[in-house]
């Protein structure tokens, strides 16, 4: 690996204002009837209570051809730092070097023109990449194709749905080769072979010796594309060192005691979840899992608005976060409604399917038009060895799941061709 500097960061952060910036909308004399009386008011408040800190003190350097993944809680600042490094906002205090032109994936739809069609939309984020013309146009056909977007390419992109958006936005950044690649999780918005196609155009781009700096909540996609980690907490760098080291302390944490998850405050999307719990099969909250209990989820949540393309599903994740197996109500026959409400289902796991691993659930209410709309990541269990699987239980068994196949012996047919002993056939 070359030991240039491409990323050099100096005790960046960033603080954000709670209240907003101006309130409620004041006409001038009340501006300056504040204004003027502010100061002599004992119970002004202290300003420094309105803001804060997204992100602090964060220093670290990134090297030439070196894969950075950054981990961490939903608001650790991950996204933060991404947008401070592609110069989408600036920090309140510290520095960021970079050498070398930069590439960002933040957003589904970044630096699109929704009036734009997906051919021009290809030239114009080229364009601001610092592409000429003709280097763009030389990379067209390989970014259509990668994209998988050929029918709708002359097609304003406002009517694309979120998972073109990630397809053609994706393509833009890997192939104009930016000699610094941002990658926030956007890539959870396109479906599974797609992910798998950009995984493998990431590690491509890393060989090729340029740098990547990549976000994301998928620890297995974590090992296996990067050298480095960074574990962000509450806005702060809390480690540095190996994906393996760095996600093993993070997954450690995550899954001691996350088997149940509430929300506290009421949310504005047009779907959430209010309760997520492991439950035995009688429905009481499990404190523990051996490998022959009966384990499933007690799942809560509101409909807001009517959404007749709203789904819900399970997915069962190794300690890594790559996803074992899914499950939707659907499978079973079981039509998921639409209609506002309170909603309540129990999901139950087949019987003597855990093996004594860690585990990582994932619950998501999505919509089949417009994506992700809720989805709760944060539960997890540890199974314990039990009785399960008769005399042998199959602790050492490589894999995730202990599966009770079919077996049965045949007797042997008779067989009337030459023994052993006797000479091969010309």
């Known amino acids: 690996m070359s030991m240039k500097v491409t990323i050099d960061v100096r005790g960046i952060g960033k603080r954000y204002r709670l209240r907003g910036l101006h309130g409620s909308y004041r006409n001038f004399r009340e501006s300056l009837v504040r204004a003027i009386t502010r100061p002599l008011s004992k119970t002004a408040r202290d300003p420094s209570g309105d803001y804060f800190w997204a992100l602090r003190n964060a220093t670290f350097e990134v090297r030439e ?73 030389a990379k067209l056909e390989e970014i259509v194709a990668f994209s998988e977007l050929e029918k709708f390419l002359d097609t304003p992109v406002k009517h694309y749905s979120s998972g073109m958006y990630v397809r053609l936005a994706f393509a833009v950044a ?8 941002f990658i926030d999780e956007v890539l959870a918005v396109g479906d599974v072979n797609f992910q798998k196609k950009c995984l493998g155009k990431m590690g491509e781009v890393a060989r ?49 005691s996350k088997m149940s998850w509430s929300r506290r405050e009421t949310s504005e999307a047009d779907a959430f979840f209010t309760r997520i719990a492991v439950v035995d099969e009688n ?34 994740l190794d300690q890594y976060g790559d996803q074992i197996f899914g499950s939707e109500p659907d499978d079973v026959g079981q039509a998921l409604p639409k209609e506002p409400g309170d909603y309540r289902w129990r999901f139950s796991f087949p019987p003597e399917l855990l093996m004594p691993r860690t585990y990582r659930l ?31 239980n199959p602790a050492g068994r490589p894999g995730h799941i202990a599966v009770r196949c079919g077996w049965e012996r045949h007797p042997v047919a008779s067989f009337s061709g030459p023994s052993d002993d006797s000479e091969p056939a010309p």
């Open 65 to 137: 051809g070196e894969v950075l993944g950054l981990i961490g809680r939903n608001g650790a600042g991950k996204s933060t730092l991404l947008k401070i490094l592609s110069r989408i906002t600036t920090p309140t205090e510290g520095s960021a070097r970079l050498h070398g032109r930069t590439g960002s994936l933040l957003e589904v739809g970044t630096g699109f023109h929704p009036e734009l069609t997906g051919r021009e939309n290809i030239f114009l984020s080229g364009t601001v990449l610092g592409m000429r013309r003709a280097e763009i146009a």
């Open 174 to 181: 890997a192939h104009l080769e930016p000699e610094i690649l």
């Open 208 to 256: 090729g010796g340029r740098t990547v700096v990549f976000v994301s909540h998928n620890m297995g996609a974590i090992q296996r594309l990067c050298h480095r980690c960074l574990l962000l907490e509450e806005g702060r760098i809390v480690a540095d060192g190996t994906p393996e080291e760095v996600t093993a302390g993070y997954l450690g944490a995550f899954t001691e």
């Open 283 to 316: 429905g009481l909250n499990l404190s523990h899992v051996l490998t022959s209990t009966s384990v499933g989820l007690d799942i809560q949540y509101r409909i807001r608005r009517l959404n007749r393309r709203l789904c819900l599903s399970v997915g069962l």
């Open 362 to 392: 994932a619950v998501v209410l999505w919509s089949l038009s417009d994506g992700s709309i809720d989805r709760v990541e944060g539960l997890g269990f540890t199974a314990e060895p039990g009785d399960s699987f008769g005399v042998r």
